[in-house]
């Protein structure tokens, strides 16, 4: 059993920074890339970024230059920073591994319960 828990959202006024966290934990042997995404109201989930193993990163243009991800493999934790937020950055932010179980000879994808951002003022 693997489980992903988030935490760190909440409310924040525009221009402002959050940082989220993600702990992965349970039976694990390995995990491969680690991501965040997140969904808005009627909207379909989206990528925000992602990073492998060896500290490769991809984002989506919307966020580029304003958040960054990193990890740390050591603590089966990946971070997202969120700075300079705009209101169109309201949503709920989902965590997200590729983790191959003890008992595993396959990765398989695994999704944290998502935590709310909102940017108002």
């Known amino acids: 059993q693997v489980q992903l828990v988030e935490s760190g959202g909440g409310l924040v006024q525009p221009g402002g920074s959050l940082r989220l966290s993600c702990v992965a934990s349970g039976s694990i042997f390995s995990i491969r890339d680690m991501g965040w995404y997140r969904q808005a109201p009627g909207k379909q989930r989206e990528l925000v970024a992602t990073?492998?193993?060896?500290?490769?990163?991809n984002y989506a243009a919307s966020v580029e230059c304003r958040f960054a991800i990193s990890r740390d493999n050591a603590k089966n934790t990946v971070y997202l920073q969120m700075n300079s937020m705009k209101p169109e950055d309201t949503a709920a932010y989902y965590c997200n591994a590729e983790v191959r179980g003890l008992s595993d000879f396959l990765f398989r994808d695994y999704w944290g319960q998502g935590t709310q951002v909102t940017v108002s003022s």
């Open positions: 990073i492998t193993t060896s500290g490769n990163t």
